[in-house]
């Protein structure tokens, strides 16, 4: 009864921060979606009206937020498997035995993860400027014309999408490097002395063993691509033609440019809903695929 009382004493403080910083807000969001919640409620409460499901209803015939649904998809579903390629690959490279100064490169490809997102997006919104920036130049060199790319409605969620991949890989590579190390160097070695080429010990040695590392790192890459916002904050702005808005940034523009906190409060919800639905399926399917094994 002791050991359960000082575990309880332990887990207090956490729980405490939980329910400040997160489960309350959570559900005051959930609440605030149900009413009209505006800049006339913020100045006078008796202004606040309950319209139930008034707030979905609005958001079901909707473009823009539909538009905006679209973007946030399109920017996961491109995005989160080139990030995953990207992380496997530096974790691969760096866990080989022809890998030198592996320690600088681990620094260096991390970088960027410890970087302000905004300073960096300053960064490469200057690279990418259509008259001076240094992507361009580069395609000035090999004879190629200029590319409008925060400019052009089909350029600027790819450019976004590169920029979040450079971004963020690298906290994925650690994950995966530290994967890597863990597998057992035994089975490398049975798999060389049956004639395994290094193809074939990846895919029978290394990602079955990688499969639960791998399985965590999109999950959470998953939610972190569903709540784009910074990047297009800073260097589109939503643009052009609202090419580049996702849910969390319409959610913004409505929340705090607008003060139409109740819708905002809504896509929250909706976009909470999505993740998770979208979370479930991924571990729903995972625990359908049959384990992996050594030919």
Known sequence: MSARRAAWLFLTPALLVLGVFFLIPVLGALVLSFTDYDLYALADLHNLRFVALGNYWALLHRPAFWAALGHTFYFVAVGVPLSLAASLGAALL???????????????????????????????RYLFNTKYGWANHLLGVLGIHPVDWLG??????????????WKNFGYN???LLAGLQAIPVELYEAARIDGASAWRQFRHVSLPLLGPTLLMVAILTVSGYFQLFAEPYVMTEGGPLQSTTSVLYLMYEDGFQWWNLGIASAEAVVLFLVMFAVTAAMLRLS?????GGAA
Not at 97 to 120: G, N, W
Not at 152 to 165: K, S, Y
Not at 287 to 291: F, H
């Open 94 to 124: 760096l866990h080989s035995r022809l890998a030198r100064c592996k320690a600088f490169f681990r620094t260096a490809l991390f970088a960027p993860v410890v970087t302000t997102a905004v300073a960096m997006a300053v960064v490469w």
């Open 152 to 165: 052009d409605p089909h350029w600027a969620m790819p450019t976004i999408i590169l920029f979040a991949v």
């Open 173 to 175: 590579m650690i994950i």
């Open 287 to 291: 625990s359908r695929e049959p384990a």
